[in-house]
């Protein structure tokens, strides 16, 4: 269910909306909660239509839910915040109490803003520790200019 054309775009990404977006999402969320509504009052009161009114109450409730996330304040982060929280932990993480490399491109798994954000950050390459496998330490420390 659509509710504009540019809606699949932010359905499938993390990109955050435009303020004209927000509202015309709200105004969805808004009229498609009031159908549910409907359709719940029905639903109960309609046996012989139940299966119908459910499958169509079941598909609104996920392009709800869809439409929701959104609206996530997330999304509406300034990447540049983003990228001082990563500075921060830019190379270690802790995993069950104990301090792990953490590569940079690690976080590019996340989403594809954050992948564009940590690739365009010449910072985050500068150095780099390469794992040895199982034992979690360092294979090399790459410096530019050493």
Request: aromatic residues 8%; charged residues 25%.
């Amino acid at each position: 269910m659509n509710c504009f054309p540019s809606c699949p775009d932010l359905l499938e990404s993390n990109d955050a909306p435009l303020d004209a977006e927000i509202a015309i999402i709200r105004r969805y969320i808004s009229e498609s909660q009031s159908r549910m509504a409907q359709l719940k009052a029905q639903i109960n009161e309609l046996p012989v239509e139940r299966e119908q009114m459910q499958s169509e109450y079941d598909a609104i409730a996920e392009s709800v839910r869809t439409h929701t996330r959104v609206l996530s304040p997330v999304r509406r982060v300034p990447v540049e915040l983003w990228l001082e929280i990563f500075a921060s932990i830019k190379g270690t993480r802790r995993i069950q109490g104990e301090t792990r490399i953490c590569p940079p491109w690690s976080l590019g798994f996340i989403c594809r803003s954050w992948r564009d954000a940590v690739l365009s950050t010449p910072s985050f390459w500068s150095s780099i520790d390469l794992p040895q496998p199982m034992s979690g330490r360092p294979l090399f420390h790459i410096h530019p200019g050493t």
